[in-house]
């Protein structure tokens, strides 16, 4: 199955949001999709943020489950495609596995935007957060499609 990974720094705000708004996307759209998450600075086990969790209930979506992990060589040479949340993450992602088909999601919607960090931040932030990663996944939407096709 084509999967995808998206990877933030801990794993438990961004790249878990953007799995969970992503897997609803592409139950909505119809598209046989897996994702997962992982963190460049991801330490095991630990559960999604508060406010991550909170955001997603907005959503009708349930992140309780959520166990971050590291984004390693092992986990990323497998996946179809890697959406970084920023650069930085991207570079690290290079490094890790140099054949990982890798992009900022924000590259990928045709972007030069990047997704801010909401960790530490109020509720408020987190839903801003998680709308930017809602669009940017939306803009994505095509070329969803075409690489399944």
């Not at 933030?8 to 592409?26: D, E, K, V, W, Y």
């Not at 990928?108 to 801003?128: H, I, K, M, Q, W």
């Amino acid at each position: 199955m084509y999967e995808i990974i998206f990877v933030c720094t801990g794993n438990t705000c961004r790249s878990p949001m953007a799995a969970a708004l992503a897997a609803a996307m592409f139950k909505r759209e119809g598209l046989e999709i897996s994702v997962s998450s992982a963190g460049v600075s991801a330490y095991g086990n630990s559960s999604a943020s508060k406010n991550a969790v909170a955001a997603m209930e907005l959503e009708m979506l349930d992140l309780s489950a959520h166990r971050s992990q590291l984004a390693a060589a092992e986990l990323l040479q497998n996946a179809a495609l890697v959406l970084t949340m920023t650069r930085a993450h991207l570079s690290h992602v290079k490094i890790a596995c140099p054949a990982a088909k890798a992009f900022t999601l924000g590259e990928f919607a045709g972007s030069t935007s990047e997704v801010s960090d909401p960790f530490g931040g109020n509720l408020d932030e987190y839903r801003t957060c998680a709308a930017q990663i809602k669009q940017l996944l939306e803009d994505c939407l095509e070329k969803f499609r075409e690489d399944l096709a």
